[in-house]
């Protein structure tokens, strides 16, 4: 019974320090932020990445203000991110490596990794795979209360 409650203690223990660190509870594809705005950025960069794995441009410029929407396409960004045209982009998987709220509350950088593979290249046709993986920041701005993905910075 006593080695229950040691374990008991240092489970909280560590929970504990994982909130006090903002860090949050991560177990493989299940994520749990202790700050509703930590959560907030975690779960619209997952969607927003979704979006693009699966070519819904229009959903994935919501994240995105109004005004950066007129400004510039999705898909002409992410062929410059990710040096490949939209239509041959197959995002394999991707995952989030880091997340990062500034003192202010304000801003936001999200650190991925995904796993990409560039569809009709010459590589393919000569038998090797172009699987590579894509390190990126995407940075978030607090606006009106609300999140954006600042077009800018990220794409």
């Known amino acids: 019974m006593k080695k229950f409650w040691v374990f008991a203690v240092v489970a909280v223990a560590l929970l504990v320090y994982a909130g006090s660190t903002g860090y949050g509870i991560r177990l493989g594809e299940f994520a749990f932020e202790f700050s509703p705005d930590r959560q907030h950025v975690f779960d619209a960069t997952k969607r927003f990445l ?20 007129k400004k510039k396409k999705i898909p002409q960004l992410i062929e410059e991110k990710f040096l490949t045209k939209p239509e041959f982009l197959d995002i394999r998987h991707f ?16 650190l991925t990794r995904t796993t990409m593979k560039q569809l009709n290249s010459e590589q393919l046709r000569g038998g090797k795979e172009d699987v590579k993986n894509v390190d990126t920041i995407w940075y978030w701005k607090k606006t009106g209360g609300k999140w954006f993905m600042d077009l800018q910075s990220s794409l």
């Open 50 to 69: 979704e979006d693009v794995q699966f070519k819904d441009f229009d959903h994935a410029s919501g994240f995105h203000t109004e005004e950066d929407r």
């Open 95 to 110: 995952e989030i490596l880091r997340l990062e709220i500034s003192s202010a509350g304000d801003r936001a950088r999200v």
